[in-house]
């Protein structure tokens, strides 16, 4: 066993060599710059632990860098059993933009941050915690890991940058994809200048450079239901209660991640404009963000409030949604809603581009049904294949609610059941082969190994 005493920040290093670490911070002192320096001392696969208690104000950010795997925990932080024990408070103050920075890459341990509470004195543009990079970890089932962290009253400065109170992110350049895990979380009003919670894209340019192309690799491959292949986000508690946020979850850019056994709660509306709790943005603003939502799953959760717009609103992608529970009555109408921009009314294909480099067969503002199938819509992928969507037991009240496609325009010719979407009361027969990807997440289990995929799953 070795010794080593670092007395400029007054943290222990014990270590047997060849093994993880732990490197303690604190008692007295749990300052961005005590972390960041045992953050720089420590090697691939170590944890950082902050010792302090009370309340500590970070103005500078601390950060991961990506070419080390770090544990980054609050001793005795949990929230589990909710309601949690968190001993130490950390306000992200101006100039810690964000707050936590996870950089990940391949061949590298799992990062995973840990048993804070956080919350704001200002309105930081990249949110609290920002992951960004490639990787899926050593055992592929994920290199990042957020959990058992309280999100108490954080304030995000804008939705227009594409970020959220915790922001996923694959690189653009990527030579691999990035998974991950978000799990066991309470946000309580979180990202409340209109803005959203969780934020995803993958940034992963196909077909050429520049924005018009971000998100395009994710398109180029199959979208891969069932498997390890996509951000988790499970068994959190995302709640407005007192401030609006425009999305729980928002995915753009190729994103791809599935929901699953959380709770999500708005009671709270913007000059009457009413939250959408899981989402997905859909191919329109080509030049400006790129490529739209890739898909994924959306199942088990439970979605109430006296304040929803939309439960689920999907503007593009392909989906499996199914048993989640809807508590309340949705204001806008529908619980799971439908859209395609670029064949809705002239209000809404006004705000998409006119053109689209990245896609030859571009059409906006569609007023018939000659532009079908349009790429990237639900039900129709990039690569000119049928891609349908599947919806199953969805319930409020005791009644299956079925989706509601956008009437406005001609979205109606877009997007049609039993030909771009499914729905039914159960799983249907063409997904015999689907199962879920194994819960709890293995980053939830400390499971070291990958579960094995569904064999030649492909609905049509």
């Not at 409030?305 to 508590?327: C, E, I, K, P």
Request: a neutral charge.
């Amino acid at each position: 066993m070795r010794l080593r005493i670092l007395l400029v920040i007054g943290f222990i290093l014990l270590s047997t060599r060849g093994e993880a670490a732990t490197i303690t911070v604190g008692p007295s002192s749990c300052t961005a710059s005590a972390v960041n320096s045992a953050i720089a001392s420590a090697t691939d696969g170590d944890t950082v632990e902050l010792t302090c208690t009370g309340t500590v104000t970070w103005s500078t950010t601390v950060t991961i860098p990506n070419s080390k795997g770090i544990t980054l925990k609050v001793r005795g932080g949990t929230y589990t059993p909710a309601p949690g024990t968190f001993p130490l408070l950390v306000t992200c103050a101006s100039g810690a933009d964000p707050c936590v920075k996870v950089n990940t890459t391949i061949g590298r341990q799992v990062s995973r941050v840990t048993g804070f509470r956080f919350t704001t004195s200002f309105a930081p543009r990249f949110g609290v915690v920002f992951v960004e990079g490639q990787g899926t970890g050593p055992t592929g089932t994920g290199t990042f890991r957020i959990d058992n962290n309280l999100f108490d009253t954080v304030q995000v400065s804008d939705n227009a940058n594409l970020q959220g109170t915790v922001t996923i992110w694959t690189v653009n350049g990527a030579s691999s994809v990035l998974t991950g895990l978000v799990d066991h979380n309470r946000f309580l009003d979180s990202s409340y200048t209109d803005s959203y919670v969780i934020q995803i894209n993958d940034q992963s340019e196909f077909g050429g450079r520049g924005i018009p192309y971000r998100g395009g690799r994710a398109w180029s491959n199959p979208l891969g239901w069932g498997t390890s292949d996509f951000i988790f986000i499970e068994d959190n508690v995302i709640e407005q209660q007192g401030r609006y946020a425009r999305h729980l979850i928002a995915a753009i850019q190729g994103a791809k991640y599935v929901a699953r056994y959380n709770s999500f709660v708005s009671n709270v509306a913007n000059s009457g404009v009413q939250a959408e709790l899981t989402e997905a943005h859909g191919y329109c603003f080509c030049n400006s963000i790129g490529h739209g939502t890739r898909g994924g799953e959306i199942y088990g959760n439970t979605y109430s409030g006296s304040q929803v717009g939309y439960s689920v609103l999907l503007r593009g992608g392909t989906w499996l949604v199914y048993d989640n529970n809807f508590l309340n009555p949705p204001g806008n109408g529908a619980d799971i809603f439908l859209r395609e921009y670029r064949a809705g009314s002239s209000a809404m294909h006004n705000q998409c581009d006119a053109s689209c480099p990245s896609d030859p067969t571009w059409f906006n503002g569609a007023t018939d049904a000659s532009h079908y199938p349009m790429h990237e819509q639900i039900g129709y992928n990039l690569a000119g294949q049928v891609e349908p969507s599947y919806f199953w037991n969805n319930i409020r009240s005791g009644v299956n609610r079925p989706p509601v496609v956008d009437s406005a325009g001609v979205q109606k010719l877009y997007i049609q059941e039993n030909r771009d979407y499914y729905s039914s009361t159960s799983k249907p027969s063409v997904l015999s082969s689907y199962r879920a990807y194994s819960y709890p997440h293995p980053l939830a289990r400390g499971d070291t190994t990958q579960p094995s995929a569904p064999a030649n799953l492909r609905a049509e």
